[in-house]
């Protein structure tokens, strides 16, 4: 069985900087395409960034050039946050496409809340 630990979440001004971390467990799962998704008050689920194996990289539009996503290993993933909106508020999970056949798991979340 696959389980994703998020870090990081937290409170921060506007301008501010945070960064999620996300670390898998499960042995003998070879792990795909990882990633970051949020879901604020109201709204869908949407994605903000995932990074392939081979380090392909694909952000949404709100949050290109201020996020960055690394792949620190084959089963951990961070997201860099820089010049936080109060827009970008939100619960953030992490996603992980792994197994054979592939199953996607998600994390419990993680508050980010940005103030104005």
């Known amino acids: 069985q696959v389980q994703l630990a998020e870090s990081g979440g937290g409170l921060v001004q506007a301008g501010g900087s945070l960064r999620l971390s996300c670390a898998a467990t499960?042995?003998?799962?070879?792990?795909?395409?990882m990633g970051w998704y949020r879901q604020a008050p109201g709204k869908q689920r949407e994605l903000v960034a995932s990074?392939?194996?081979?380090?392909?990289r694909t952000y949404a539009d709100s949050v290109k050039d201020r996020f960055t996503i690394s792949r620190d290993n084959a089963k951990a993933v961070s997201l860099q946050m820089n010049s936080l909106k109060p827009e970008d508020t939100a619960v953030y999970y992490c996603?992980?496409?792994?197994?054979?056949?592939?199953?996607?798991?998600w994390g419990k979340g993680t508050l980010v809340t940005v103030s104005s």
């Open positions: 996603r992980a496409d792994a197994g054979r056949p592939l199953m996607t798991y």
């Open positions: 499960g042995n003998g799962f070879s792990f795909g395409s």
């Open positions: 990074i392939t194996r081979t380090f392909l």
